[in-house]
């Protein structure tokens, strides 16, 4: 895991937000994603530069999980790093279905 990963899994784990179950480094048929929310079919991902020039391939994979039910949502590295709050607000309100 990244820091950015490790960060955001200290506040996710054992149902922190709204006492909903992540887990972290999870198999969806052939992806394995950063952290994912059973309950909810929710699918959060931390990117690093690399993704950058890899959005095409992370396009294609949002689009497969998608099509399977899941809803994605990507953080940059950066932005769980400088503004965790904010991440986690915003996860929390998709768990909730506010957004």
Do not use: P, S
């Not at 709204?18 to 480094?25: A, I």
């Not at 294609?60 to 949502?73: F, H, S």
Request: proline share 0%.
């Amino acid at each position: 895991m990244t820091d950015a990963e490790r960060a955001l899994w200290a506040r996710i784990r054992a149902e922190q937000i709204e006492g909903f179950k992540f887990r972290k480094q999870a198999a969806i048929d052939d992806y394995i994603v950063d952290f994912l929310c059973l309950e909810r079919m929710l699918v959060v991902e931390v990117d690093g530069g690399q993704h950058a020039i890899r959005k095409a391939e992370d396009d294609a994979r949002t689009l497969a999980l998608g099509m399977m039910g899941y809803r994605v949502i990507r953080f940059w590295n950066n932005e769980v790093l400088r503004n965790i709050e904010g991440v986690l607000e915003v996860i929390r309100l998709v768990l909730l279905k506010q957004v």
